[in-house]
């Protein structure tokens, strides 16, 4: 069946901010780099949070081709068997910097090196010897390949994206990590929506619900508002596809109740405005869905 055009949104990448501290520490000079990105633009970005899981609002594009310089020099001349670590960590930072490069252009060649840097830093990197950085790179792996599935529709991407994260959760506890761990959840409940949409299938629209509720455990309107909303926001888009695929009218109701909720998160903790605009629409969507499927035309009007 054909679903509903909903507008979904993304949290800060973490870890690509991550890959850019490393960069920044890894340089011998203190020459600067504009970092930030472009001011002598006027027009509101309506698209900030949009975009992908790579967006880098805080940097130009000439941080991220400066840092894939430095990175892919410096493996050039370390020595892996002497460095194998410091080796894996640039691998690790190397492939978030390819992964948001892949995304400005959508090209399939640099997520797949991207993928391969997270898969040789996972060599050196071990669940035993070296547990959170094995979880943050296994992390990484998952959200590369869902962005190349997502791009290419590719239902066996999606799935290795799956086990990615699943194997990341077993080092990242909701107790020691829960930052980590709802980002985690997040990313699944992401992966789960894409992946079920392009295979019609009713059960992991419902693993992704469960996983954005997760995720919703822990984040908080002061501390995490960008990911609450987000996460309030894809738990309606979900639900929302899955009230249409099971012509549920009680399903479109939770979905218009978790649009609602990021919608408030949005204006209580001043969001970007556009993102506010996105859960109205996507509100209105599902009032619409609603009024057909209870046959009431007066709730697509309120």
């Given at each position: 069946m054909k679903f509903s055009n909903n507008y979904i949104f993304y949290p800060d990448n973490l870890e690509l901010v991550k890959a850019i501290d490393h960069f920044y520490g890894l340089r011998d000079d203190q020459t600067v780099i504009n970092g930030a990105s472009d001011s002598s633009v006027t027009v509101?970005?309506?698209?900030?949070?949009?975009?992908?899981n790579y967006e880098h609002h805080r940097y130009s594009t000439a941080v991220l081709n400066s840092a894939r310089e430095l990175f892919e020099s410096t493996l050039t001349e370390l020595s892996r068997a002497e460095s194998p670590l410091e080796w894996a960590a640039i691998q690790n930072s190397l492939g978030n910097i390819l992964s948001a490069l892949a995304q400005q252009i959508m090209d399939v060649e640099l997520y797949e090196k991207a993928i391969q840097a997270f898969t040789l830093a996972l060599e050196e990197f071990s669940r035993e010897e070296t547990p959170l950085e094995w979880a943050a790179a296994q992390y990484n792996l998952g959200t590369a390949t869902q962005a190349l599935g997502r791009q290419l529709d590719d239902a066996k991407l999606l799935k290795e994206s799956v086990d990615a994260y699943t194997d990341a959760l077993l080092e990242w506890s909701r107790e020691n990590s829960p930052e980590e761990w709802a980002m985690t959840?997040?990313?699944?409940?992401?992966?789960?929506?894409?992946?079920?949409?392009?295979?019609?299938?009713?059960?992991?629209?419902?693993k992704s619900v469960v996983a954005f509720k997760n995720a919703l455990?822990?984040?908080?309107?002061?501390?995490h508002a960008l990911a609450l909303s987000a996460t309030h926001n894809s738990r309606g888009v979900v639900l929302h596809n899955l009230a249409e695929s099971e012509e549920n009218a009680e399903r479109m109701e939770e979905a218009l109740r978790s649009y609602e909720t990021a919608l408030s998160v949005c204006m209580e903790q001043q969001l970007p405005f556009h993102l506010a605009v996105l859960c109205r629409v996507n509100r209105s969507t599902a009032r619409a869905g609603l009024a057909e499927l209870s046959k009431d035309s007066t709730i697509a009007e309120e």
């Open positions: 509101r970005d309506n698209f900030l949070h949009t975009r992908g959840m997040f990313q699944l409940g992401a992966t789960f929506h894409t992946h079920g949409s392009l295979l019609k299938g009713n059960r992991t629209f419902q455990a822990v984040f908080d309107a002061d501390l």
